[in-house]
């Protein structure tokens, strides 16, 4: 009565965040809609502006009429931003809907099986200036990443011919491709930015028992997988973030550090074919890293 109890709840909480959820496609749009937006409100007027009929002449134009020598006119700064940036990152990824999910017993246990809500957090990127507005400078590029999230605690029993333990974890993966775009903004060593991107998430979900000695002959461990899933879909990010420029190289290197938080808004749909009654999966997964920029 109980363990039904437990399912009852665990489908009705389900139910309330699947419904609460938003589209991440939607999601996606309205992001890069918002920050296009942004980019055309801090567009500045252009710089030359034609003289209307009527209008007094500019004072160096009197100036040359009267004979006296032109005063100089004040230079506008112009630095020319860094043209191409690669990052390498790290961090922490937190996906609150994969902890809260309850994947049925494990074969090496007799508790029903959890994967942890905090992961780690890889990614690699590359974007191109594009653009140049008084406010700031664009960037396209692409991304790659990947999340890795172990299981909550790991179930063992023990082994009937050896009486070694088996130990059985369960272990969820994503990784995303795709093109995406940062505005930046600032002159100084701090630059601040917006960013927003989207394409392919693939999500991998197994259980798999570890094999003990001495039925393993590898010099390393062995896995014997039980059951996986493997899911697939079109999601989205939306970013912000800071870069601090540590220092230049006379060949032109720029090197930094860069602080970034996003939010990835993403559905793989139904997880019941791996365990019945697990429900929907979705975002948002919320990645938290530290990065190390090469500007060249």
């Known amino acids: ?140 590029g692409a991304e790659f990443g990947a999340f890795i999230f172990n299981n909550k605690e790991s179930g063992e029993t023990p082994q009937s011919s050896t009486g070694q333990p088996i130990k059985g974890d369960l272990d969820a993966r994503v990784w995303y491709v795709g093109p995406s775009i940062k505005f930046m903004m600032g002159e100084g060593r701090f630059k601040y930015f917006l960013g927003a991107g989207g394409g392919y998430y693939q999500f991998d979900l197994s259980e798999s028992d570890e094999i003990p000695r001495p039925a393993c002959t590898n010099l390393g461990p062995c896995f014997e997988t039980k059951r996986s899933l493997n899911r697939s879909a079109m999601g989205g990010y939306g970013s912000l973030g800071v870069d601090w420029v540590a220092f230049h190289t006379e060949s032109g290197w720029e090197w930094r550090l860069r602080l970034e938080d996003k939010i990835h808004l993403v559905n793989f749909g139904s997880l019941d074919s791996f365990s019945p009654g697990a429900g929907h999966l979705s975002g948002p997964i919320n990645v938290i890293q530290v990065g190390v920029v090469a500007g060249f």
């Open 1 to 140: 009565m109980r363990g039904r109890w437990r399912n009852f709840e665990n489908k009705q909480s389900e139910k309330a965040i699947v419904g609460s959820a938003w589209n991440p496609k939607i999601v996606s749009m309205l992001t890069w809609f918002a920050l296009v937006l942004t980019i055309v409100v801090l567009s500045p007027t252009p710089y030359a502006v034609a003289q209307e009929p009527g209008e007094a002449a500019p004072v160096g134009e009197v100036a040359a009429d009267s004979g006296e020598p032109i005063p100089p006119l004040p230079e506008r700064s112009y630095k020319e931003p860094t043209k191409n940036l690669s990052t390498l990152a790290l961090g922490g990824a937190l996906w609150p809907s994969l902890g809260n999910k309850e994947f049925g017993t494990t074969s090496a246990a007799t508790h029903p099986g959890h994967v942890s809500s905090g992961g780690l957090a890889f990614e690699i990127a590359y974007h191109r200036h594009i653009a140049h507005w008084e406010r700031g400078n664009l960037y396209l």
